[in-house]
């Protein structure tokens, strides 16, 4: 092992989609443009999934567009992949 790897490597990300969840609730998806080692990222063409009105922990199908922005570091919980990826139902949920 000479180099030593990180758990996060955000490189293979560069220019293609992701979605990201902050901390608060907000959930942002667009393209990744840049990053720093404190997990600063630049996303452009990003848009913002609002929350549901009526359910502030649910988010809704509406959306804005934000263009480009900068997510600060500190604030991101959580970077994945927009392709190869698909919402199943909640396994633990239950049924009403």
């Not at 180099?3 to 959930?27: C, I, M, T, W, Y």
């Not at 443009?33 to 009105?53: A, C, H, S, W």
């Amino acid at each position: 092992m000479s180099r030593k790897e990180n758990a996060l490597d955000l490189a293979k990300f560069v220019d293609k989609g992701v979605r990201v969840k902050l901390s608060g609730g907000r959930e942002v998806q667009g393209t990744l443009k840049g990053y720093d080692q404190l997990l600063n990222l630049v996303m452009d063409e990003t848009i913002e999934y609002l929350r549901d009105p009526e359910d502030p922990l649910r988010i809704s199908d509406q959306t804005r567009s934000l263009g480009l922005v900068v997510c600060r570091g500190t604030a991101v919980m959580m970077v994945s992949p927009t392709s190869g990826t698909e919402e199943i139902a909640n396994p633990f949920g239950q049924d009403d």
